[in-house]
């Protein structure tokens, strides 16, 4: 078999069969030499709420040190000892709730057990935390929104997630700060060419909106002129502004705007930096027989939510 120059083997493996709950249930592994074989480690988050008391770990490696094949194991899993820290907390904001029901102190990890309620919308909302310790210092987390159990209580959805802290925090600190915040599902948005501007994009959820201030077309360019949130950056930097223009802000055939292709060729100018304000410009040459009737702005505010999640109360929650 293959080595790399250290002595270590690459391993292709796939654990649970591919259950497609669990993020990169195919991975790479790097196996070190131990005495006349290989030692490695895979870590993972298990995919179900309990662990039973007599379960095993399907894996399969599907290539070592070069070789393709088939090499299939079930590895008993035996549970650590560990606690069981229940609580009652609560954070929320408008129709969304963030109850934070349990913490479990195991010996080598951290796992804090909430459950979130969404309206019917939000049911792609992601919650995500931040984690301090009684010195404010904030909390490395190993995983963060993994979802457990979901399912639709009349116009709510309800989630039951985990967020996994690789350490003991036994004797580090008295309490936690958790910041929760939740990303929002955004749908698409579009402004007809022909439509009369100014246009407002604007979420029906959260304070986030671009301003489609004039379109125009010449020969065979077509220009958009907008603002991104009325100029308000929110702290984030202004690259990630200049990306949304560039990748989020685009011209679409009418009959394909749910589909993700190559957007058409363009360019990015910023009109004025301090108010978010941004010009694209596309390149209609390789169209034949454009019509403008045919063609829309698409507008992706799902990815300036995902980076800008909505921020709920802190809580503060007792180890002791």
Do not use: C
């Amino acid at each position: 078999m293959k080595t790399d120059q250290e002595g270590n083997l690459r391993g292709i493996y796939e654990i649970f069969d591919g259950d497609k709950r669990i993020d990169d249930s195919k991975e790479l592994v790097y196996l070190e030499p131990s005495g006349n074989g290989y030692t490695g480690q895979i870590q993972l988050n298990y995919p179900k709420l309990e662990l039973p008391a007599d379960t095993t770990f399907p894996l399969e490696f599907k290539s070592m040190g070069g070789k393709e094949g088939s090499w299939r194991f079930n590895v008993p899993i035996k549970q650590l000892a560990y606690k069981t820290i229940m609580m009652d907390k609560e954070s929320e904001k408008g129709d969304i709730k963030v109850h934070f029901d349990s913490i479990i102190a195991g010996k080598a990890s951290t796992a804090i057990n909430y459950t979130a309620a969404f309206p019917s919308e939000g049911k792609h909302d992601q919650v995500r935390l931040a984690v301090f310790d009684e010195k404010g210092n904030p909390i490395h987390l190993l995983s963060d929104g993994i979802d457990l159990e979901t399912k639709k209580t009349g116009n709510q959805i309800i989630v039951k997630g985990r967020t996994i802290i690789p350490q003991t925090l036994k004797g580090k600190t008295s309490y936690l700060e958790i910041r929760p915040a939740v990303a929002l599902e955004e749908p698409n948005q579009f402004v007809a060419i022909n439509k009369r501007t100014p246009v407002q994009i604007k979420s029906n959820r959260q304070n986030l909106s671009v301003n489609v201030e004039n379109v125009s077309i010449k020969g065979k360019r077509f220009t958009v002129d907008f603002q991104i949130n009325n100029g308000d950056n929110r702290d984030e930097h202004f690259i990630f502004f200049q990306n949304f223009a560039r990748t989020d802000v685009t011209l679409v055939k009418e009959s394909r705007k749910y589909i993700y292709e190559e957007s058409i060729s363009h360019t990015v100018k910023t009109l004025d930096k301090a108010k978010l304000r941004f010009r694209s410009t596309f390149d209609l040459s390789e169209i034949n027989n454009f019509n403008p009737d045919n063609y829309v702005v698409r507008v992706r505010l799902d990815s300036m939510s995902t980076n800008m999640p909505l921020e709920l109360n802190p809580v503060k929650i007792e180890l002791q």
